[in-house]
């Protein structure tokens, strides 16, 4: 399988993601420049984490228009998978793949530490090698990552299991005391209805390694070979 | 066409917590200013353009707010002024 990476001016986790995908999956990884208008036969794409663009104007406007996310709209249309992680994120949200938006956390401080995830949805080709309720261990690192979005929106995620991760503390309970950012409803991951596009603020490409002190995060990468296979 | 200068207010919208809002208005109570009631912290932005006229001038900029300025999600727009150059 073959995994796309692309980087914007200001990515800085395409390395982790593309080490993730190759020494630690054993797949095959891509380079994309914003700027290409070729996916290079990539099967899945990830948007890595940084601040593309310096944050300019808000995180995401404007790497939302690079030239290569028009084949990345295009890849996430034919229901074909594209992960944002962080910035990917909010890019994904900038770009209306995924709904809501990312704000600047609640606390006002650049959050940079290991947080509990609680898996809420162990049935998307992103999360099969995990099972509903399991904790892991991944790290965040972010300045805006308060998942917001109107009263509506987020019932229909609830409803739709479109809610992927949720920060927990470490006895797995939803407390606000766990949550890193002010995100509603403690939601640090979701796809998109047709379950093709996901987007989350913690970095499991980052927790890929016992030397960083977590593997839980292969088994997200796990998944999507495993989804193929089935 | 002529040239205008558009001046935008992009705002969080009201209801959607806003940290920086609060900080500022605890910084200001601080400093004594205890009328204070609330803050809100956005954006100015200041755009030359061309256009036929001051209207499609606004109208234009309005668009650019839809598109990209302001996030529809969180935030409300307005033009401030238009001012031909």
Redesign the interface.
Known sequence: MKFGVVTFPGSNCDDDAVHAVTDALGAEAVRLWHKDHDLQGAEVIILPGGFSYGDY??PG??AR?SPIMQEVMEHAAQGRPVIGLCNGFQIL??AQLLP??L??????QFRNLPVTLRVENARTRFTNQYARGDLLRIPVAHGDG?Y???DHTLDALEQREQVVFRYVSTTGEQTSAANPN?AMRNIAGIVNGAGNVLGMMPHPERAVDELLGSTDGLPFFESLLAAVAA | MSRFRVAVHIVPRSGVLDPQGKAVADALHALGFSEVQDVHVGRHLVIQTDADSENAARERVGEMCARLLANPVTEDFEIASVEAL
């Open positions: 104007l808000r406007a404007i228009f949200c900038e809501g938006t704000l600047r956390n609640d606390s006002l308060r917001t979005a109107d002010g």
